[in-house]
């Protein structure tokens, strides 16, 4: 089983600050890595997949680089409705996981 | 546009079965892969269970495999999650999910979930 984990676990900003997430593979995933956002009582939400790529109506402040085993979402100026948890996960031979969680909260 | 709607959900005793159903609509539900994830009280998501768009092939979490089974009915536009032997630790909201045909990953919708309960 591929084992994601995220770094920090809680992020706190301000808004208007740039927030830097990370997730690691403990093998190679090659670019089979998705991002996702879930606010409270919410369905987590797809912002990138396939490291790099944004999902149909995701803003641009949002991006993703990385491949093989380490990843980044970087969300360039945070705005007041990007305060949420973040999850990676892999898609790998239709065996997938998901990474803890990285929360952004109000600093 | 593309919903997904679970029901099904409930409290249920430690040993018992259930059932859960997403019904989908506004897309070709056979063109797609379908996923069952949950998410236990306070905790992160947990992939479950995933079956490709014809049914052919399905693949489980070690933490259900031989407990849970995942079926759909093209014919019915509906993906279900059957839940035998529950335990406690089974208790979370579970959300079905929908992938491309081939990867099965990302997975681009979600339904609003349904709670289930394990508890005597």
């Known amino acids: 089983e591929i084992v994601l984990t995220q770094s920090p676990a809680t992020l706190s900003l301000s808004p208007g600050e740039r927030a830097t997430l990370s997730c690691r593979a403990s093998?190679?995933?090659?670019?089979?890595l998705a991002w996702y956002q879930q606010k409270p009582d919410q369905a987590p939400r797809l912002l990138i997949y396939?490291?790099?790529n944004r999902a149909t109506g995701i803003p641009a402040r949002f991006s993703g680089s990385g491949s093989g085993t380490d990843f980044t979402l970087t969300i360039s100026s945070l705005e007041p409705e990007d305060f949420a948890v973040y999850y990676c996960?892999?898609?790998?031979?239709?065996?997938?996981?998901f990474g803890p969680g990285t929360k952004v909260d109000l600093k | 546009q593309v919903q997904l709607v679970e029901s099904g959900g409930g409290v249920v005793q430690p040993g018992r079965s259930l059932r859960l159903s997403c019904a989908a609509s506004?897309?070709?539900?056979?063109?797609?892969?379908m996923h069952w994830v949950r998410q236990a009280p306070g905790r992160g998501l947990e992939w479950v269970a995933a079956?490709?768009?014809?049914?052919?092939?399905?693949y489980y979490a070690d933490s259900v495999k031989g407990r849970f089974t995942i079926s759909r009915d093209n014919s019915k536009n509906t993906l279900y999650l059957q839940m035998n032997s529950l335990r406690a630790e089974d208790t979370a909201v579970y959300y079905c999910?929908?992938?491309?045909?081939?990867?099965?990953?990302?997975?681009?919708?979600w339904g609003q979930g349904i709670l289930v309960t394990v508890s005597s």
């Open positions: 079956i490709w768009y014809d049914g052919s092939n399905k």
């Open positions: 996960q892999q898609g790998s031979n239709w065996l997938f996981t």
């Open positions: 093998q190679s995933v090659s670019s089979s």
């Open positions: 506004g897309f070709t539900f056979s063109s797609y892969g």
């Open positions: 999910a929908r992938g491309p045909a081939l990867t099965g990953y990302p997975f681009d919708y």
């Open positions: 396939d490291a790099s």
